[in-house]
């Protein structure tokens, strides 16, 4: 993810505008170097904004078994919050 970049996330429970803060960081990468958790990294976070809830592409459930006349059709829509990265926040560095 970079700074500026639109991302669906599973539904967060979050007003649209709100920001959200993604404490779970499991890797960081820039330009010269990169940045591995085990398994989180402690420290970093990614700071985003809500851009509302929306509903992703219908998916069809058809359960079937023959010779019994069982047929069944049924749909799901899962639902997915919409994230602005606004920007990552690294751990501090530690000197010494």
Do not use: C, W
Not at 60 to 76: C, D, I, L, S
């Amino acid at each position: 993810m970079t700074p500026g970049q639109i991302v669906d996330v599973e539904r967060l429970d979050v007003a649209e505008g709100n920001a959200v803060d993604l404490d779970r960081v499991l890797l960081i990468a820039d330009d010269e170097r990169v940045t591995v958790g085990t398994p989180v990294i402690e420290g970093a976070k990614v700071v985003a904004t809500s851009q509302g809830e929306g509903k992703g592409k219908k998916i069809t459930v058809f359960k079937y078994k023959p010779k019994v006349r069982y047929r069944k059709k049924t749909g799901h829509r899962q639902l997915y919050t919409r994230l602005v990265i606004d920007k990552i926040v690294e751990p501090d560095e530690k000197v010494g």
